[in-house]
């Protein structure tokens, strides 16, 4: 498996307040992501980072920030977490061989719940 | 930009007969595509890849898919499907190294002993 973890597993906020999902990956790869996951959407993707401190937004980036300061870690924040921001959230990599942006591993995802 | 099409959202098949999930991606010069399943909550992990080569591509757990240029289609097959099949299959599609993978909204693979 690759090395990728997130943080927390499960969480229970209230409107209003701010989250911060943490992706943690320990294969040295350049490209990181974040999708959420919804019944009859598939994967939407977030934002990417191709790079320590470089990023760009993606599909559906609106109410959403994101940070990479060291490479292994890439950073998710809800700025203020609304109803429709209940998802399934999930980090992937990629960055191995020649072909940077294919064969992303994912990791095993966020649960989280605003109510 | 890319997109891609999962025709059937849902496909419920008995225990040991073949299935194909089927897939189309809005037409490029060149793509690379990939079909990801996902097991009940669980991430998301690579069956196979097309990247050049061969149109048809062999996976894990006995699946195939082959690449159809003139009909921008990835589908997957698997000539006996097992209890073990089911789960989540989701197709993705980049035109190169340079641009993030779009999924499809998956296709629910149910298996029916």
């Known amino acids: 498996d690759a090395g990728i973890t997130q943080s927390p597993r499960h969480k229970v906020t209230e409107t209003g307040t701010p989250v911060t999902l943490r992706c943690h990956q320990t294969e040295n790869h350049r490209y990181m992501y974040w999708y959420r996951q919804d019944p009859g959407h598939g994967l939407r993707l977030i934002h990417y980072?191709?790079?320590?401190?470089?990023?760009d937004k993606g599909e559906v980036s609106d109410g959403y920030s994101v940070s990479r300061s060291k490479t292994e870690d890439f950073l998710l924040t809800l700025e203020s977490a609304t109803s429709s921001q209940t998802s399934v959230y999930f980090c992937?990599?990629?960055?191995?061989?020649?072909?940077?942006?294919?064969?992303?591993?994912f990791g095993p995802g966020t649960r989280l719940t605003v109510l | 930009a890319q997109s891609v099409t999962q025709l059937d959202s849902q496909v419920p098949v008995f225990e040991e007969a073949p299935v194909e999930l089927r897939c189309n991606y809005s037409s490029s010069v060149s793509v690379y595509l990939f079909w990801y399943v996902q097991y009940p909550n669980q991430g998301l992990q690579l069956l196979l890849k097309y990247l050049s080569g061969s149109t048809l591509v062999k996976g894990i757990n006995g699946f195939e898919a082959e690449f159809n240029k003139s009909q921008t289609s990835f589908h997957l097959r698997k000539p006996s499907v097992h209890i073990s099949d089911t789960a989540e299959y989701f197709c993705?599609?980049?035109?190169?190294?340079?641009?993030?993978?779009?999924f499809g909204k998956g296709t629910r693979l149910s298996v029916i002993a």
């Open positions: 993705a599609v980049s035109d190169s190294g340079n641009t993030p993978l779009v």
């Open positions: 980072s191709y790079g320590v401190k470089d990023t």
């Open positions: 992937a990599i990629s960055g191995t061989g020649g072909l940077a942006y294919n064969e992303q591993f």
